[in-house]
């Protein structure tokens, strides 16, 4: 073989040539174009080793071209949909995590009236009761499968993050991931099986399915998923409904209720504007004045009323079926605590109305789709249903505020520039492959790589929670399943009404030119690391 090497001309032949045994036999010549092409991978993977370790010596410091990338703003307004404030001349709220926003404590009051439920009335272990909330485990966008009893985040395009699927509080690995779907690849299509936890009230509920089902695995007894599911539903649903959340809340407003004056100078500006306002809200008109009446108690004046506020008020409206249904409004009569019985075919001033639909209200209130902006929290409640009626929508996102803080910080820039620049080389050394034939310097360095990516994205995901990283983010940086949701059904979104304020009224919100996925995320690329 060395002499027949020695004998070849003196020039150099392309890959293809090689490949084909140009201007020699293909026989002939196979044996050696499969020489060269290995000894050429061999020389691009020892490149790319060269280039990971050169990188890596830049790991150790934050680079100053970072601090040149800008920062986006934790209480800006970010637009799916164009937008002409102009043109809006009828604002609607949800109330409850939209124009109310309540502390922590209220998550441990949801889970622990609902456990209690379960106890007592569906006869689950008294042990159950020693529970407690976890605020570091659940995130907002997460999917529960009924069937097989896993907490799942799901990425924009449908499939399991490797690292945010649980059974109970076990976190399961990629290869159990793969032993109980046969893919982590679940498509959007597919998601009828999965109940999405997608309203600020689901971090209680989530938590509470995942301890029940840890409890059941941890007593060795056999469950059915979907029980789990259906009764933790059911009495995160009735402590609601029964009125014991709203009760506890009362009791000790201070405790749950964040004191907000910011929120009556927007309504009021909106009023003053010459602009329409109702609200519109699933919770009884009792719990509802006594949160406003709290969160508005050091800007009202002794003689004003939030009610003044409000062109139309609507509670126990039963979103969702209020877009969809055709039952009727009643009149709520505040002192008596009844509904009346007469038709409501207007809506007068400083009167509370109960149920009713959306048909009956655009014929009462005249007021026409596109001019009227609806703001909320709940993805299927609050944006969907008023985005299919031609409502513009504005989702209220509270935890977008912390989490774009903490996008915007150094420590987490540097985290993402090193995990693109780790992927780059990953991408450079996966085309190497030939025939998929891999050598132990292939092996070796795609082991060293990959370990380091895995570092990287712990990182990133820790800095958001623990157990299921950030809200619209998944572990490499990419959007999530929920950031897809907001993606389709919210025109814009933000952290809480009043940032409306910072903006003025008749302003043209647009669609970023260089738009991403999402508007409020930054693209922190791999070059920052590139040496001159």
């Given at each position: 073989m060395s002499r027949l090497l020695s004998?070849?001309?003196?020039?150099?032949?392309?890959?293809?040539?090689?490949?084909?045994?140009?201007?020699?036999?293909?026989?002939?010549?196979?044996?050696?174009?499969?020489?060269?092409?290995?000894?050429?991978?061999?020389?691009?993977?020892?490149?790319?080793?060269?280039?990971?370790?050169?990188?890596?010596?830049?790991?150790?410091?934050?680079?100053d071209a970072l601090k040149g990338i800008p920062k986006m703003n934790p209480l800006g307004i970010y637009v799916n949909k164009n937008l002409r404030l102009d043109n809006i001349q009828v604002y609607g709220f949800d109330y409850d995590y939209t124009l109310a926003h309540y502390s922590p404590n209220l998550q441990t009051l949801i889970y622990d009236l609902a456990k209690e439920y379960m106890v007592n009335e569906f006869k689950y272990p008294q042990s159950c009761l020693e529970f407690k909330y976890d605020p570091t485990f659940p995130i907002r966008g997460l999917y529960y499968d009924k069937l097989k009893g896993c907490l799942?985040?799901?990425?924009?395009?449908?499939s399991i993050e490797p690292d945010g699927c649980y059974f109970g509080r076990h976190k399961l690995s990629r290869k159990e991931i793969v032993e109980i779907y046969g893919t982590r690849h679940i498509g959007r299509d597919?998601?009828?099986?999965?109940?999405?936890?997608?309203?600020?009230?689901?971090?209680?509920?989530?938590?509470?399915?995942?301890?029940?089902?840890?409890?059941?695995?941890?007593?060795?007894?056999?469950?059915?998923?979907?029980?789990?599911?259906?009764?933790?539903?059911?009495?995160?649903?009735?402590?609601?409904?029964s009125g014991l959340v709203h009760k506890g809340i009362l009791s000790d407003p201070d405790r749950y209720i964040v004191k907000n004056g910011q929120l009556l100078c927007f309504l009021k500006m909106l009023k003053e504007k010459g602009k329409n306002l109702f609200l519109l809200t699933n919770s009884p008109y009792d719990f509802v004045?006594?949160?406003?009446?709290?969160?508005?108690?050091?800007?009202?004046?002794?003689?004003?009323?939030?009610?003044?506020?409000?062109?139309?008020?609507?509670?126990?409206?039963?979103?969702?079926?209020f877009y969809t249904s055709e039952h009727p409004f009643r009149c709520y009569d505040v002192e008596k605590d009844t509904l009346a019985y007469s038709k409501v075919d207007a809506f007068l001033p400083n009167k509370i109305y109960y149920h009713g639909c959306l048909k009956s209200f655009l014929n009462i209130t005249k007021w026409k789709g596109p001019e009227v902006m609806y703001f909320?929290?709940?993805?299927?409640?609050?944006?969907?249903?008023?985005?299919?009626?031609?409502?513009?929508?504005?989702?209220?996102?509270?935890?977008?505020?912390?989490?774009?803080?903490?996008?915007?910080?150094?420590?987490?820039?540097f985290e993402q520039a090193k995990f693109h620049a780790i992927q780059e080389?990953?991408?450079?050394?996966?085309?190497?492959?030939?025939?998929?034939?891999?050598?132990?310097?292939?092996d070796s360095l795609y082991e060293l790589l990959?370990?380091?990516?895995?570092?990287?994205?712990?990182?990133?995901?820790?800095?958001?929670?623990?157990?299921?990283?950030?809200?619209?983010?998944?572990?490499?940086?990419?959007?999530?399943a929920f950031a897809y949701n907001i993606h389709q059904?919210?025109?814009?979104?933000?952290?809480?009404?009043?940032?409306?304020?910072?903006?003025?009224?008749?302003?043209?919100?647009?669609?970023?030119?260089?738009?991403?996925?999402?508007?409020?995320?930054?693209?922190?690329?791999?070059?920052?690391?590139?040496?001159?």
């Open positions: 004998s070849l001309p003196r020039r150099t032949l392309s890959s293809t040539q090689l490949r084909s045994g140009v201007g020699h036999s293909s026989r002939a010549y196979g044996v050696i174009a499969q020489s060269v092409q290995a000894s050429d991978i061999q020389d691009d993977i020892a490149k790319i080793r060269r280039d990971f370790l050169a990188v890596k010596e830049n790991f150790v410091r934050i680079p799942l985040k799901l990425d924009f395009f449908g597919q998601l009828w099986g999965l109940v999405g936890l997608m309203d600020f009230f689901c971090f209680s509920e989530a938590c509470l399915i995942a301890d029940m089902v840890q409890h059941f695995v941890d007593a060795k007894l056999d469950f059915d998923a979907s029980y789990i599911y259906e009764d933790v539903n059911y009495a995160i649903q009735h402590v609601h409904q004045d006594g949160g406003m009446r709290f969160m508005l108690e050091d800007s009202l004046g002794q003689r004003e009323s939030w009610r003044e506020l409000f062109d139309v008020v609507i509670a126990k409206a039963n979103k969702p079926n909320g929290d709940h993805l299927f409640s609050d944006l969907k249903g008023p985005s299919k009626a031609g409502w513009r929508t504005a989702a209220i996102i509270q935890e977008l505020e912390s989490e774009i803080q903490i996008q915007n910080e150094d420590s987490y820039r080389l990953l991408g450079k050394l996966h085309a190497t492959v030939s025939n998929g034939e891999r050598s132990e310097e292939y990959n370990d380091e990516r895995q570092k990287v994205r712990c990182t990133m995901k820790k800095m958001f929670n623990r157990s299921f990283g950030a809200t619209f983010l998944t572990d490499t940086g990419q959007e999530s059904y919210a025109d814009v979104y933000t952290s809480k009404p009043e940032n409306f304020l910072f903006y003025p009224s008749e302003a043209w919100l647009h669609v970023p030119f260089d738009i991403k996925i999402m508007p409020h995320h930054v693209k922190v690329p791999s070059s920052l690391f590139k040496t001159p």
